[in-house]
């Protein structure tokens, strides 16, 4: 009985170790084949044998297949023509070789609007609900597209705001900062890892309070979140001060600060140029430019312009009017060591150097598309806080 146990065990050792291609080493096969596969198949993966099931999914393999993943902008479709309407996130690859496969499906819902409202490492926060769904209203949920997992968190965070996700380096969670919108003098945090629990009040000064979080994309930058103004209220609370400011949340301490802005900026975006805080905003007398500057030292805060991009200098697209709902037509992002502008208008997309010269374009026809302004980085890090996945259901409900 033990020589046949033993056998058995042999067996399974040989099948484990024929499952590497050709008896590659280990090292070359695991850290120079598998993890450069794409998640999907990487998942896939798990099933082909226990080594490979083991080899995939340790935690440091993982994480570092995550950071090798390109960072993808998310694009808002929603359908312009027919029945029934509907709308969904994808996203955007334009280094795929064909046309159609440069929009990936990221997350759909039938019949209502959903939208981004917190992106992290590989995972998404959905707000989803009816065109006239508020903040009161809206059911959110955190979901991991690429391992189709999600939590919903309705009943949580309602009455709640949501201004970032984010992971909390000293015990490796991902916390949700939150403003409680019935009460004017609250910020409060909410962990994923614990779920069960009611959010938790931080400390913060009314100024912070009065900043209009709710109406800017949050920056993820040095393990801080960074949020700017774009409302008309907004200036007009700030035009008694020659410096508008940049409101930082410590992700560590849990803790605001401010810092400046670059002079004689109006509504503005932020965003990340490799490690360094840039900043884009239109020109205020120019509806086709859009100023750009870079913080050139994050430590004193140095702010100095980089360039002024005409968007339509040889843009087949109409100039997009003149109105707080054109920040959503366009973004500057950092790509391949350059400042890159992504254009949205009806159902094309095009990309423009600081030159204004198109670098390549798209169109999705029968769609209307707008930049949700954040970005997709897939993992398949697992996290305790996804119920586990049933045979025969599908938890994902958005596709």
Not at 273 to 300: A, F, K, P
Not at 326 to 346: I, K, T
Not at 351 to 377: A, E, M, N, P, Y
């Amino acid at each position: 009985m033990k020589a046949m146990s033993n056998r058995k065990v042999s067996s399974h050792r040989a099948r484990d170790k024929s499952a590497r291609a050709g008896n590659l080493p280990e090292q070359i096969f695991l850290w120079e084949i598998l993890i450069r596969l794409p998640p999907k198949d990487l998942i896939r993966c798990r099933a082909v044998c226990r080594a490979w099931r083991r080899a995939v999914t340790a935690r440091d393999f993982l994480l570092l297949h995550h950071r090798r993943q390109p960072s993808l902008p998310l694009i808002n479709r929603r359908t312009s023509t027919g029945e029934p309407r509907w709308s969904n996130i994808a996203a955007l690859d334009h280094r795929a070789t064909q046309a159609a496969q440069q929009l990936q499906p990221v997350a759909r819902l039938d019949g209502s609007n959903v939208s981004v409202k917190a992106s992290c490492d590989g995972l998404l926060l959905l707000a989803e609900g009816g065109l006239r769904a508020t903040p009161l209203d809206a059911r959110c949920s955190v979901c991991n597209p690429a391992t189709r997992q999600i939590r919903h968190l309705s009943s949580q965070l309602k009455g709640h705001a949501v201004l970032g996700l984010y992971r909390h380096q000293p015990t490796d969670e991902y916390r949700l900062l939150l403003h409680r919108l019935c009460s004017p003098i609250s910020m409060q945090v909410f962990e994923l890892d614990h779920h069960h629990m009611p959010p938790r009040r931080i400390e913060c000064t009314r100024e912070v309070l009065c900043y209009p979080l709710a109406s800017s994309t949050p920056l993820l930058l040095r393990g801080n979140l960074h949020w700017t103004w774009h409302t008309l209220a907004a200036l007009a609370r700030q035009t008694e001060s020659k410096t508008k400011t940049i409101l930082v949340f410590d992700t560590t301490a849990e803790s605001f600060r401010q810092m400046p802005s670059p002079p004689d900026v109006h509504a503005a975006d932020l965003f990340d140029m490799d490690g360094v805080l840039g900043m884009y905003s239109w020109d205020n007398g120019d509806r086709s430019t859009v100023r750009i500057w870079v913080m050139q030292d994050y430590e004193t805060q140095v702010w100095s312009p980089k360039c002024s991009v005409e968007c339509w200098k040889e843009s087949p697209m109409p100039e997009i009017p003149l109105t707080q709902e054109r920040r959503s037509l366009v973004m500057a992002m950092f790509e391949e060591g350059n400042v890159r502008l992504l254009l949205a208008s009806g159902g094309s997309l095009l990309c423009v150097d600081t030159q204004g010269k198109v670098l390549w374009s798209s169109r999705d026809d029968g769609h209307s598309l707008s930049i949700s302004k954040h970005f997709l980085k897939q993992s398949i890090v697992s996290h305790a806080f996804f119920p586990e996945l049933r045979v025969g259901m599908n938890a994902w409900p958005f596709g």
